[in-house]
């Protein structure tokens, strides 16, 4: 069964650094995001991406984020300078289409620890 | 008020029981609404889509109330491995693709 894949599982960085998450969508996909879950809370959109560019974002998406896609297959998330607070678990996650009409497929995320 | 809004739980029930889950939502323009499953750790896996007329899947069962802003779902014949948190997911604001998520109520199934 096709799954969306992300790497690394966990990653640990130093408060200020830069850090890029990695996840390559289900190959026929058309619609990417990105979502977070701070241990113990709800999920929270961040992204949303379709033809080449950010068709959604929320107000957690300032200006210390950014997403890229490559390549044909890969789709990233960066974070320029990360602080404590941005220690969750990043989830990508894919559709075929709108997700009012398609299912979302979430990745199995990415631990990310700042400390 | 909460987007998108359940109650924590834990629910515990024994293997066999009937459960029930309920959800409410401020936002009167949403169109898809979902229920997912996540395990401890794990990503959010799609359990049902939920339709205006209710629907069921095997042993979950569905319901929507627009009118009141309601979702609920009904599990019959509980097993251990139902054991998870169920999150209430709405489609987002002004029918775009965010998908806005509940903080997903926790069950509990035990032998």
């Known amino acids: 069964e096709p799954e969306v894949t992300q790497t690394p599982s966990h990653q640990v960085t130093q408060m200020g650094q830069e850090v890029i998450l990695r996840c390559v969508p289900i190959s026929n996909h058309l619609y990417f995001y990105w979502y977070r879950q701070i241990l113990g809370q709800k999920v929270e959109f961040l992204v949303s991406?379709?033809?080449?560019?950010?068709?959604?974002k929320s107000e957690i998406f300032d200006d210390q984020f950014s997403v890229e896609r490559p390549d044909g297959s890969n789709f990233t998330l960066k974070i320029r300078s990360t602080k404590l607070e941005d220690s969750a678990m990043y989830f990508c996650a894919s559709s075929e289409a709108h997700t009012g009409v398609a299912e979302a497929f979430f990745g199995q995320g990415t631990r990310l620890t700042v400390v | 008020r909460k987007e998108v809004e359940q109650d924590p739980g834990p629910f515990n029930v024994p293997e066999g029981a009937t459960v029930a889950f309920n959800c409410t939502y401020s936002?009167?323009?949403?169109?898809?609404f979902f229920w997912y499953r996540q395990d401890c750790r794990k990503e959010p896996k799609l359990l049902m889509s939920?339709?205006?007329s209710g629907n069921e899947d095997g042993r979950f069962t569905a319901q929507l109330n627009r009118a009141s802003q309601y979702i609920s779902l009904l599990i019959r014949d509980s097993k251990l491995s139902d054991s998870a948190t169920y999150l209430c997911v709405v489609n987002g604001r002004n029918a775009g693709n965010m998908l806005t998520f509940g903080g997903g109520t926790r069950l509990m199934v035990k032998p």
């Open positions: 991406f379709y033809n080449n560019e950010i068709s959604e």
């Open positions: 939920v339709y205006s």
């Open positions: 936002n009167s323009a949403s169109q898809s």
